[in-house]
């Protein structure tokens, strides 16, 4: 763009100089006014653009990102530009938030699905008032705090983060050498990080207000802090998925399917090789798909996995608890919520006390959060 001004510049000025002979009056003053219009408005139109590119550089549409892993803007059709047109959740700093009065509810089930996840036993909480993030954080919030604070995602610093193979391009896909020995499909994908969710040659064009994925709980602590929030607890997350429904699997009840229709963002067809993507979509979906629950939060299950502040432990009092914050240290942290890539033959834990967990220092493909605090914001 430099250059194409600069020449376009070099160019007028040359014409008015020959035609104004050494500075004296020009010897067609309309054509040297119009030479002059068209150069300026040329050089405007140029510096517009090249704007436009500064900031499809800034949220990850350039062909060079940190760490010198290549990144390209394979779908120009998408202008990133375009794609800050305002959803409430992805305008940055900070996200909607929604009310939650505080409450009493049962937490857990006892009717685990997934014992060895520690669902059960039930157990009576009071949960005080606070707030939360309508939606998940998306790539446009994300991408707002990494640009105030130059902040490093884990994936970047490690190198690759985990994505299914389902969703790789060929080339990606035959460059990797390292799976999950339980899980072949589940690759370590080199250069894989929130603004290259499968890798290399991929971006985040059209998708800014999805929710951010790669993103390890060490990296979504630092935006809360950022952002002046924190992460919720699980029995917080637990208590505003449920929306104040009592003994549901879901945040509207028990049927996946209210009239026939999907209210969340799952796999459907034969995980992992088939995705008919009924619900669709076959990756993450915007922030505000599907119908909230009762207390106007979106996606509180599917799309993607959301951390939460807790340390992981499957051993539960079955005795009455106020505000629980888990245990006070531990390996891993917990997870709510499942993903777009959970189905009930293989990760059934797209359920409100469904739960999992990975190191702090984890991040995959399916994997965001949203933020909580204690008041209003």
Known sequence: WARLCQHTLTYTLYYVYKETQFGCVSRDPVMTRAVVNVGV?????ICYFAGLERFANACGCSD?????????AASRDDACGAEQKAVKASTGRPTSMVHIPGGVFTMGTGEA????DGEGP????????????????????????????????EAEKFGDSFVAEYFLSDDVNSATTFAVAEASWWLAVKGAFWR??????????????????HVAWNDAAAYCRWAGRRLPTEAEWEYAARGGLEDRLFPWGNNPNPKGEHWMNIWQG???RVNTADDGYSGTAPVT???????????????VWEWTADWWTV????????????????KDKVKKGGSFMCHKSYCYRYRCAARSHNTPDSSAFNLGFRCAADNLN
């Open 41 to 45: 408005a040329v050089i405007v139109f």
């Open 64 to 72: 060079e990102t940190n760490r010198g892993s290549a990144y390209t």
């Open 113 to 116: 699905v997934l014992p060895q």
């Open 122 to 153: 039930p157990r009576r909480v009071q949960i005080s008032d606070f707030a939360m993030d309508a939606y998940e954080v998306t790539n446009a919030a994300f991408g707002d705090f990494v640009a105030d604070t130059n902040y490093t995602t």
């Open 196 to 213: 290259q969710p499968e890798g290399k040659g991929s971006n985040i064009l059209g998708r800014l207000d999805h929710p951010a994925v």
């Open 270 to 272: 034969e995980f992992p």
């Open 289 to 303: 798909s599907y119908p909230p629950n009762k207390y106007g939060l979106y996606n509180m299950v599917g799309n």
């Open 315 to 330: 051993r539960h009092q079955a005795a009455f608890e106020k505000d629980p914050k888990g245990p006070l240290s531990g």
